[in-house]
């Protein structure tokens, strides 16, 4: 062959490194183009054997495609070699610029590390540039950043010599650009990879959104999206079908609203304590047709991405069969069964709610309470009707707390007069100065017993259901007409003087006198009524064993011709 010196070979070598550079270009995977730089090694550079050891990601070499000799690359490609076996062997040998050239004399001492070689047994060297079978030539290939990507390693120079320094030039040069071709590869190959997971991302994206839309759209219960922080925070933005049938409106006009504009008025303080994650709430929510509606409030909190904005997803499930059956089954505790009125427990509860531990004050003219209060001087605010020394009932003022930590309605501790309750006192029986108070009516049926024993328990259940409608149609909406047991009633009125007493008891006991027709026999009963007061200091059982007690009292006075009844 002719040397290297002339241009003509020189121009040769040129055309044939373009041809192999375009080739690497042309390939489209990774292994595609690894295979390509050495096939363009055998086929453009003149060498028999090439093979290329690519670096894996935990830093040791495996060879990753062979050219030339299809045993030798049955045989190794794949194996591995740890990356400190070829550090030295990159350390060691001559340096022909960016090749590492290790020759026999001095490559015997690799035979025995884990680098992955093929070689074939020869004649010695007959002159100085000529190829040894055992020789070794290198070209390390690095990527932009100076990180090692590999190295080609070239066999047998068709020529039989040592590559001069045009050849070294071609190797070397093509060895740059197998580095530029493997890095691309690297990067389409990397591409492709996050192209398919972000293709599966997405995928599974779609499915959960549509899973999440399915299941939001077609909950049998109501479901709510709502804003959360900023100028329209709790505002609706999307609602399901449910709850849109739950209240009565379309989901267009829904997003009109947030939740704190549907909540019934007594509701909104436990909206408001509701917390965002995890929150639960029981509350009513307005119908379009101005009805309310039990619902449970269930709230969570969802982001639209990992870093974007917060929503409320709030599940709203209607309870109006159940708290209706609550209220039914409270009702039944704290009502007659027969009559339907407040039975002895709620009279009791509606009573205490108005009593105190207070012990009732001396009433006193205005002047007097003037007099009392200049007497006090700076002794606080004081109880009207109330002087410095002890009352004509014996009631010593120092022997209660300051005034603001009298024991509160029903006895509770920590309330004062001022907070929250309204101190019940009863009018004076004797004078009418204008007082109201609270009046407890008790009335017990004259001549019912005969009635019972007569027609049976029939007529008269029939004859205490009449009673309480008759008594229930004569008194105002905020009384309170309650049955006490047997044939005994009990009425409470507040807001009435002594005179405005007396006249509905009257009222009353008119509304029972006349005839009751039961299974078209007519019968008739009387009432007894006492009238006693509630008053602070006093228990409900005092206040219903007073009234008691001025009922047979009233009863004892009339004569019984005017209480015979049936």
């Known amino acids: 062959m002719e040397t290297e010196s002339e241009p003509y070979v020189r121009l040769a070598t040129l055309r044939q490194l373009h041809q192999v550079v375009a080739e690497l270009n042309t390939a489209r995977s990774l292994a595609d183009t690894l295979q390509t730089v050495v096939d363009g090694i055998v086929v453009g550079l003149g060498y028999e054997l090439a093979c290329v050891n690519l670096v894996r990601p935990d830093g040791d070499l495996v060879v990753a495609a062979f050219a030339g000799n299809p045993a030798a690359e049955a045989l190794i490609t794949g194996r ?3 990356r400190a076996s070829w550090e030295r062997r990159l350390a060691m040998g001559e340096s022909w610029d960016g090749l590492r050239f290790i020759p026999h004399s001095e490559g015997w001492v690799l035979l025995e590390d884990d680098v992955p070689q093929w070689h074939t047994d020869g004649p010695a060297p007959r002159f100085e540039d000529e190829w040894h079978p055992e020789d070794r030539l290198y070209a390390p290939m690095y990527a932009a950043g100076g990180e090692l990507l590999g190295v080609i390693s070239v066999d047998k120079p068709r020529n039989g010599r040592k590559p001069g320094a045009w050849g070294r030039e071609a190797l070397q040069m093509y060895a740059f650009q197998a580095a530029i071709a493997i890095s691309n590869a690297r990067l389409r190959a990397n591409m492709q990879r996050a192209l398919v997971r972000l293709e599966r991302e997405q995928q599974a994206l779609r499915a959960s959104e549509e899973s999440f839309r399915q299941a939001f759209e077609y909950a049998p219960s109501g479901m709510a999206i709502a804003e959360m922080g900023g100028d329209q925070h709790g505002r609706l933005l999307r609602t399901n079908d449910a709850l849109c049938r739950l209240l009565g409106r379309p989901a267009s006009v829904l997003r009109r609203y947030s939740f704190s504009d549907l909540v019934h008025p007594e509701d909104i303080g436990t909206l408001l304590r509701t917390s965002a994650e995890g929150g639960r709430a029981e509350l009513r929510l307005g119908r379009r047709d101005g009805s309310y509606v039990w619902v ?3 709230n969570s909190v969802v982001a639209d991405a990992a870093d974007g904005p917060r929503f409320l997803l709030t599940h709203v499930e209607d309870i109006e069969d159940r708290k209706r059956h609550e209220l039914q089954l409270a009702h039944r505790a704290s009502h007659d069964s027969l ?4 039975n002895s427990a709620e009279l009791r509860a509606r009573l205490s709610a108005r009593l105190c531990r207070l012990p009732q004050a001396v009433r006193a003219t205005a002047v007097e309470e003037l007099d009392a209060a ?12 109330q002087d410095g020394g002890p009352g004509e009932h014996g009631y010593q003022p120092d022997a209660y707390p300051a005034p603001y930590e009298y024991p509160g309605p029903g006895g509770a501790e920590g309330s004062g007069p001022y907070e929250h309750h309204v101190h019940t006192v009863a009018p004076d029986a004797d004078v009418d ?8 009516l008790f009335c017990d049926l004259d001549g019912f ?6 027609f049976g328990h029939h007529t008269g259940d029939a004859v205490l259901i009449e009673v309480a409608r008759r008594l229930t149609t004569c008194v105002r909406d905020g009384d309170t007409v309650a049955r006490l047991g047997g044939d005994e009633f009990v009425v409470l009125a507040d807001g009435l003087g002594a005179a405005d007493a007396a006249d509905l008891a009257v009222r009353l006991r008119n509304a029972i006198i006349p005839p009751i027709r039961v299974d078209g026999r007519a019968v008739r009963v009387g009432a007894s009524f006492g009238i006693g007061w509630a008053s602070c200091g006093m228990s409900a059982e005092e206040v219903l064993r007073s009234a008691d007690q ?12 005017h209480r015979r009844a049936g």
């Open 296 to 298: 449970s409030l269930r």
């Open 339 to 342: 009559t339907g009125l407040p």
């Open 433 to 440: 100065d204008g007082t109201k108070g609270l009046a407890v």
């Open 550 to 561: 001025r009922m047979y009292i009233e009863k004892r006075s009339r004569s019984k011709a």
């Open 80 to 82: 591995v070699g740890s």
């Open 449 to 454: 017993k005969s009635i019972n024993d007569r």
């Open 374 to 385: 200049f007497e006090r001087g700076s002794g606080g605010p004081g109880i009207p009707g």
